[in-house]
Nanobody, 119 residues
Framework: QVQLVESGGGLVQAGGSLRLSCAAS????????VAWFRQAPGKDRIFVAS????????AYADSVKGRFTISRDNAKNTVYLQMNSLKPEDTAVYYC????????????WGQGTQVTVSS
């Protein structure tokens, strides 16, 4: 199976930038796509962005289009989320998730990294 570890979270002022990393280990050959989700206190976990493990296809939630960019470096088994023009409403725990070829949904999750945007 695949293990995921997120890093790069922290405190940033509104309008600032932050880059999150998701390091994958284990059987990455079975990974079809990797995505970022986020969850604020009292809120549901929602989709942020996704990318195919191989290939450049990416998708974004409307709330982050034009501000966030997802990318990956397969040689390093790492997926990144570059977050620019951050807003207080972006404050949440950000999770990395992986989808396998044989599985419909994302069934492998990291522990999350906290992002806090101050006004």
């Amino acid at each position: 199976q695949v293990q995921l570890v997120e890093s790069g979270g922290g405190l940033v002022q509104a309008g600032g930038s932050l880059r999150l990393s998701c390091a994958a280990s284990g059987r990455t050959y079975s990974t079809y796509a990797v995505a970022w989700f986020r969850q604020a206190p009292g809120k549901d976990r929602i989709f942020v962005a996704s990318i195919r493990w191989s290939g450049g296809t990416a998708a974004y939630a409307d709330s982050v289009k034009g501000r966030f960019t997802i990318s990956r470096d397969n040689a390093k088994n790492t997926v990144y989320l570059q977050m620019n023009s951050l807003k207080p409403e972006d404050t949440a725990v950000y999770y990395c998730a992986a989808k396998r070829f044989s599985v419909t949904g994302y069934d492998t999750w990291g522990q999350g990294t906290q992002v806090t945007v101050s006004s």
